[in-house]
């Protein structure tokens, strides 16, 4: 009786040992070509899709709806929704500290974006692979960002930054699909 279930214990373990091990290899696997390649054109499209959103927002931008304004685009950009983000470094953040550059990607991502250059990565977050891409804000891209922040001036930039000013990046992370 004891025996049987010493055995069951013992064979309870092994099950879950297989499934433990299974599972780790599993995440630690690196993607295939072609599995980053579908979450490329998903991250394609979604970039797409939100400066699409984004330009709209921009151009019904008035002095009169800043404040209506900035909470649409805040609601897209939830804070609680890690998979895209808009991050930087000046202040007033206005996302607060919550758009400060939050991991080695975005740190990363945040330095090549005040140059102007796009960063992308292949890289596992958790136990999850994600394909991730931040794409560099320029203040000079629209007219009106300056209504909503008013730091995106001359005067608040230094010589450097003023050539184009980039002020930030729109970074996303698409979880990478696995047969
Ligand atoms: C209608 C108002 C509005 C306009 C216009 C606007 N933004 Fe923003 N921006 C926001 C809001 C609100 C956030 C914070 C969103 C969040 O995370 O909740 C934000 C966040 C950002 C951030 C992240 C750092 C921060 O301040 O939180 C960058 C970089 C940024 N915007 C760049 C731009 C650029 C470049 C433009 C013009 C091309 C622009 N924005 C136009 C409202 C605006």
């Not at 921009?58 to 404040?67: G, K, M, Q, R």
């Not at 991050?87 to 206005?94: K, S, Y």
């Amino acid at each position: 009786m004891r025996y049987m279930k010493m055995k069951r214990v013992i064979g309870l373990f092994a099950l879950l040992a297989v499934v433990v091990v299974a599972g780790f290899g599993y995440a630690d696997n690196f993607p295939s070509q072609e599995e980053i390649a579908s979450a490329e054109k998903t991250g394609q499209l979604l970039h797409n899709e939100l400066f699409a959103a984004l330009i709209q927002e921009f151009n019904e931008t008035t002095p009169e709806n800043v404040a209506e304004g900035k909470q649409a685009i805040s609601l897209i950009f939830n804070n609680s929704n890690r998979d895209i983000r808009l991050i930087g470094i000046f202040p007033p953040l206005q996302g607060g500290f919550n758009n400060l550059p939050s991991d080695s990607f975005e740190r990363r991502s945040m330095v090549r974006a005040l140059q102007g250059q796009e960063t992308t990565s292949v890289e596992r977050v958790g136990d999850r692979w994600y394909y991730r891409r931040s794409a560099p804000l320029s203040n000079t891209f629209h007219q009106n960002c300056v209504l909503c922040h008013t730091n995106f001036t001359d005067q608040f930039f230094t010589q450097t930054h003023n050539d184009g000013q980039w002020v930030g990046a729109l970074t996303m992370r698409v979880p990478i699909e696995r047969d």
